[in-house]
């Protein structure tokens, strides 16, 4: 039965693609908290540090900020059935701590607690399942000034937190994510500050990751004491394949250090309950302050891997052996395409990826909870609004699941990032990635080509199941 009414553009459909994904297939879309809900003052919330962020001069383009981002929070009702139209089984987004506890720490905010409610049931009522993230980088602005992610102590917040949330939504969300990418936070936000808090410490950064990690690990069994039993908890991680680019000996311990300074950082004490050996070494600072039982808690065993990945990244080793996040990426290469955000376009890598993730850890299940791709899309304020080249990147990178799949890989779903055009954090509104088009002017959404084509995939999939 064709449920998809007839879309104004006519894509190809690729029956042949949908068909290579296994029954219960999970189709999802792909939001977060501070990009899309705006209402940054409403219902009790505290601030964030991307609101001190994005408020700070010169740290966002032209100083936008997520003041109002794409107003979600008045439009859950139609951005629900937007995601009705397009057909997902599943939603991801995240929860934004400091509307449930606006200092991070003490006092909690009901209506903070009623909006996700409300989310959560809207999503039930038309049958799309929720997938809740619990921390996509708003940290509560008091906990910075205690700190942040170098204080300890704000582990011990996070798992407080969750479990105030996991006691209120813990009978309706289908699975649960701690963390989103790490990785980022720690790097972008307390290594090289071009995310907020905007630090620019690389041992902080060392020790941020530390805490964050150690809060992953915290919050999870405070999540399975309030949720049913089998409720499915893990991680979302970055997730960037690094390739040589040649032969030389230089270039594979090159690669190694590169994948131990991208992914082995969080993938290793997360699924093998150590650091990459000779991490801090290559990276020629002290471990963090790890202390006893640590690795422990850290390692706590989860029920999936949620992976990010949107490129790859190609080393050419130098002679001088380098830090181990100073590993020379290959400048542009002959014939290769590259999205807005000048991310090579690299499908093998997503494939491979997944690969030997799951040959290297074990991660039970795997998800793509984020991938999709920006590129300058505009609107003459007619209907339609093409996309080719999201289409073709979707397309090749579903393409690359589907042949992951073929090899054995236990992946589950796919979540689309992102749903519509939102917040693309230090990039402002310059960068779009929805498959929906947000026009910030008036808040109207226009489904791309590449939702119609994403909405026809998953229609395809649905007649074959
Ligand atoms: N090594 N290395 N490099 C990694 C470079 C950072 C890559 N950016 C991401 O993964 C973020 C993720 C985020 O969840 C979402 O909130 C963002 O909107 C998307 C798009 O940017 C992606």
């Not at 039965?1 to 894509?11: E, F, G, L, V």
């Not at 794409?70 to 937007?82: G, I, K, P, Q």
């Not at 109207?444 to 939702?451: N, V």
């Amino acid at each position: 039965m064709d449920i998809t009414p007839k879309a104004p553009i006519q894509t190809q459909v690729d029956t042949d693609l949908a068909r290579r994904f296994p029954p219960r297939f999970l189709w999802g879309a792909a939001t977060a908290s501070y990009q899309i809900e705006g209402a940054v003052h409403e219902d009790g919330r505290g601030s964030s540090i991307w609101d001190d962020f994005s408020a700070t001069p010169g740290k966002v383009f032209e100083g936008h900020t997520g003041e109002v981002a794409a107003d979600h929070y008045h439009r859950v009702e139609e951005d629900t059935d937007l995601m009705v139209r397009l057909g997902l089984s599943a939603y991801r987004f995240s929860i934004a701590w400091p509307r449930i506890v606006p200092e991070g720490r003490g006092a909690i905010n009901p209506a903070g607690l009623d909006f996700y409610d409300r989310l959560v049931d809207t999503l039930l009522e038309k049958g799309i399942q929720p997938f809740a993230t619990l921390y996509h980088w708003d940290l509560p602005s008091p906990l910075e000034r205690a700190g942040g992610w170098l204080n300890r102590e704000t582990a011990y917040a996070f798992a407080d937190y969750t479990e105030i949330v996991a006691r209120r939504l813990g009978d309706r969300v289908a699975s649960w994510i701690t963390l989103n990418e790490p990785w980022c936070s720690a790097y972008l936000g307390y290594g090289i500050g071009v995310h907020a808090p905007g630090r620019t410490d690389r041992q902080g950064a060392i020790d941020a990751a530390h805490h964050l990690l150690l809060g992953h690990g915290l919050a999870v069994p405070r999540l399975r004491a309030q949720v049913p039993a089998g409720t499915p908890v893990g991680i979302t991680l970055i997730v960037n394949p690094v390739y040589g680019a040649d032969e030389r000996a230089e270039t594979a311990r090159d690669v190694k250090l590169a994948h131990a300074f991208s992914n082995a950082w969080f993938l290793d004490p997360i699924y093998r309950g150590s650091y990459p050996e000779g991490f801090f070494e290559a990276m020629a600072l002290n471990p963090p302050p790890i202390q006893e039982g640590d690795l422990e808690i850290i390692s706590a065993p989860l029920d999936f891997l949620g992976v990010n990945n949107y490129s790859r990244t190609l080393i050419r080793g130098a002679q001088e052996q380098p830090l181990a996040d100073s590993c020379q990426a290959v400048a542009p290469i002959p014939n290769a395409c590259y999205t807005d955000m000048g991310w090579e376009i690299y499908p093998h890598g997503l494939r491979d990826l997944l690969v030997n993730v799951a040959r290297d850890y074990p991660v039970g299940n795997i998800y793509v909870t984020e991938n999709g791709a920006a590129f300058p899309d505009t609107w003459d304020g007619g209907e339609t609004i093409n996309d080719p080249r999201r289409v073709s990147y979707l397309r090749s990178y579903l393409t690359a699941c589907a042949e992951a799949l073929e090899q054995g890989v236990p992946l589950r779903g796919y979540f689309v990032w992102s749903l519509m055009d939102n917040f693309e954090w230090a990039e402002g509104y310059a960068k779009r990635f929805g498959i929906v088009y947000v026009d910030y002017s008036t808040q109207r959404r226009i489904i791309k080509e590449s939702g119609y084509w994403y909405a026809e995939l998953l229609n395809a999939f649905n007649n074959n199941n």
